[in-house]
């Protein structure tokens, strides 16, 4: 393991670096929202650069929040003594969108030459109190990501997962990537940008949609001639972004869209919540 100061413009002037020696090299950012800067497999960035880019985690929810509300059927203390609605900060109008971690520093728990463990409890505006823990662990032909949501008091609704900006081409000379998944079935999306409840055949693309993938999430990029990526998580959804020129995303998460409302997960003090997804690569 390495630490590193950057200066290239990265998010965040901290950085851990994990390295599977002639393999893979990741960076990560613990104190810019504990965000994935840059993941080289076999010498190839497949991760675009920049602020707001490389990888981000999703949490306590993911996508949109309609109108940046959920409710909460859960009496206590951080429901005002009891069930209520709750109005997050408006940050993709008029809806809440991607939850409040990727804006927080977080604390390093562990780290060695192939992992790290980091944390960051849940703060206002979020108003209930927890924890969401993320681990990275990197290996020859694989990186293991994992995150968990806790409550440190009353039950509430809550989602996680990632969001990443892959590369739509690798290099000046590479061919762009192509998006193989087999969805039993598309969320229907609204003019809001939001499901409507409907569950339909997947359509052909390009999309900003979230599948439904109940076996788990199962999607492999394909860069020809370059590198293969499969992206696996015991998730039941995904959503697919293809529509920017220069990147595509394919984001693991523990429910849809404004999933808070409609589908919520409560996580109680017996039951957290935890979401993993595995990156494999053939190695070079």
């Not at 929202?33 to 960035?45: M, T």
């Not at 109108?67 to 009891?82: E, T």
């Not at 927890?130 to 032909?141: A, N």
Request: hydrophobic share 35%; proline share 11%; charged share 20%.
């Amino acid at each position: 393991m390495s630490t590193q100061q950057t200066t290239d413009g990265a998010p965040g002037a901290h950085a851990v670096r994990l390295v599977a020696p002639g393999c893979a090299e990741l960076t990560i950012h613990p104190d810019a929202g504990c965000r994935i800067s840059s993941l080289i497999i076999n010498d190839l960035e497949v991760l675009r650069p920049g602020d707001g880019y490389g990888v981000f985690p999703m949490a306590p929810w993911c996508g949109r929040i309609e109108l940046g509300q959920f409710r909460s059927f859960v009496a206590g203390p951080a429901a005002g003594g009891g069930a209520g609605r709750h109005q997050m900060p408006i940050n993709a109008a008029p809806h809440a969108i991607h939850g409040t971690v990727r804006d927080q520093p977080w604390r390093t728990a562990a780290v060695d030459e192939r992992s790290a463990t980091f944390y960051c409890d849940l703060a206002d505006p979020w108003p209930y109190p927890g924890r969401v823990t993320q681990s990275f662990e990197l290996s020859d032909d694989a990186l293991k990501l994992t995150m968990g949501v806790e409550t440190r008091g009353d039950s509430f609704p809550a989602q996680a997962g990632w969001h990443p900006w892959f590369l739509r081409e690798l290099g000046p000379t590479g061919a762009p990537v192509q998006i193989a998944f087999d969805p039993q079935w598309q969320e229907e999306r609204g003019a809001d940008h939001l499901p409507t409840g409907r569950r339909i055949d997947p359509l052909p693309g390009p999309w900003d949609d979230c599948f439904g993938m109940p076996d788990g999430v199962d999607v492999t990029l394909t860069w020809p001639t370059q590198l293969q990526l499969r992206i696996t998580s015991g998730a039941e959804w995904v959503v697919v972004y293809d529509e920017p020129a220069d990147a595509v995303c394919v984001e693991p998460q523990s429910g849809p869209p404004n999933g808070l409302n409609t589908v919520p997960r409560l996580v109680t003090p017996i039951d957290p919540l935890e979401v993993s997804t595995t990156w494999s690569w053939p190695r070079g």
